[in-house]
């Protein structure tokens, strides 16, 4: 009796240590090191010295598990942007988290792409269009304002989901840019004098100031919106 007691005591114990957030953490380490395909029960439980049973205890399925590590990883970002920042620079600094998570983290991508208005994506939309009032803009025209951006930072998302799958295992970055540079630089410059033009400058070019370029676009273009011509 006193050794099932003692035993009981360890269970328990062990119980308690295995919580949702170590989960998600191991979780995020696979998915980062090996990729969605790589994240199962059986090497979760590996990584954690524990068992499947457990895991299931806190987590219902693969589909939660990844919902949870992308909010995770969203949550950071949402938490990362000052309260206190001025409207247009909070917005930039919210669009650039999500670049650099997405960045680091590849997966995150294809969660955002995967379902348009889960709940880690209205909380992106949120943090952006509650931001926007304070930036004047009409009531009226908040929503097409939020929703280009968040279509932006979706779009990204897509596009990172896609370059992770193609490049698995593959080949780097500055490889694969040469490479494609390579395939621009070879197309009949008649027909496609702008692509062709670009075929030099994009192995050096920045995907990051890029990004950001493009969220300092569509926020000149909020800021020069009349409100006599927002839509009704």
Not at 114 to 122: A, D, F, L, S, Y
Request: hydrophobic share 50%; net charge negative.
């Amino acid at each position: 009796m006193v050794f099932m007691a003692a035993r009981a005591k360890r269970t328990e114990r062990r119980t308690d240590a295995l919580s949702k957030e170590r989960i998600v953490e191991a979780a995020i380490e696979i998915l980062d090191t090996d990729g969605e395909g790589a994240l199962t029960f059986r090497a979760l439980a590996a990584r954690l010295a524990t068992g499947a049973g457990a895991i299931y205890w806190h987590v219902a399925g693969k589909d939660e598990l990844l919902a949870t590590a992308t909010g995770d990883v969203i949550a950071r970002v949402m938490t990362g942007v000052s309260g206190g920042a001025e409207p247009r620079e909070a917005i930039r600094a919210l669009c650039l988290g999500l670049f650099d998570a997405i960045d680091a983290h590849p997966w995150v991508g294809t969660q955002l792409s995967r379902e348009p208005w889960q709940p880690v994506v209205m909380e992106i939309f949120e943090g952006i269009g509650g931001r926007l009032p304070a930036l004047g803009v009409p009531g009226p025209a908040q929503f097409d304002c939020a929703s280009a951006l968040l279509n932006y930072v979706l779009g990204l998302a897509a596009q990172y989901a896609a370059g992770a799958r193609l490049l698995a295992g593959k080949t780097d970055r500055s490889t694969f840019l040469a490479t494609i540079a390579a395939r621009w630089a070879q197309l009949d410059p008649a027909q496609y004098p702008f692509v062709h033009r670009l075929a030099a400058q994009l192995p050096e070019h920045d995907d990051r100031d890029q990004f950001l370029a493009g969220v300092d676009l569509i926020l000149a273009g909020i800021a020069r919106l009349d409100p006599k011509s927002a839509p009704n």
